[in-house]
């Protein structure tokens, strides 16, 4: 996780003229948070512009936003923080997905729920281990499959199965 110390310190060495084009130091901090809810300086700017965070008469432009992060190296530096807060949430999701699995739920003709499956992705549990461990990265690149793809699948105890494995659970019908 991004180091909140560093993150405050950043923050607090921001310059008066980038803080007053925002119109303070919290509408910094809710752009900063923007960015970290969605990973994007163009969406932040969007959700602040929509949002009573900014104090500044007119809206500002993603344009105008980028250049005042060039412009100054602590704003950079949080908004760099804010970014990898972003990636991590992504990492967390991907790993409940991977380990998890997901729900898929099939609809009948009257709408009700006839079938629950819990889908596995055993192709991203590979990109992640690869991506995560050091004794499954010497993979072939290109995303192909490949031998060396089946050996490191064997030897975490995968084999050779399909990309999309299935249980099915049966649903709870309120009755």
């Given at each position: 996780m991004a180091n909140l110390g560093l993150f405050e310190k950043s923050l607090s060495k921001i310059s008066a003229a980038t803080v007053d084009k925002f119109g303070s130091v919290?509408?910094?901090?809710?752009?900063l948070e923007a960015v970290a809810g969605c990973g994007s300086v163009s969406r932040a700017v969007e959700i602040v512009n929509n949002s009573n965070i900014s104090k500044v008469d007119s809206m500002i432009s993603p344009l105008h936003?980028?250049?005042?992060?060039n412009d100054d190296r602590y704003l950079t530096k949080c908004v760099a923080m804010a970014k990898q807060i972003t990636v991590e949430r992504a990492?967390?999701?991907?790993?409940?997905?991977v380990i998890n699995g997901y729900e898929e739920i099939t609809y009948g003709r009257d709408g009700s729920p006839i079938q629950i499956k819990?889908?596995?992705?055993?192709?991203?549990?590979?990109?992640?281990?690869?991506?995560n461990s050091g004794k499954y990265?010497?993979?072939s690149k290109g995303g192909a499959s490949s031998e060396q793809d089946d050996e490191l699948a064997s030897d975490i105890d995968i084999g050779k199965i399909e990309i999309e494995s299935y249980a099915i659970i049966k649903p709870q019908l309120n009755q």
């Open positions: 919290s509408a910094v901090s809710g752009f936003v980028q250049r005042l992060i990492e967390s999701v991907l790993y409940e997905r819990r889908k596995y992705c055993a192709k991203s549990l590979m990109e992640y281990l690869k991506a990265c010497g993979s």
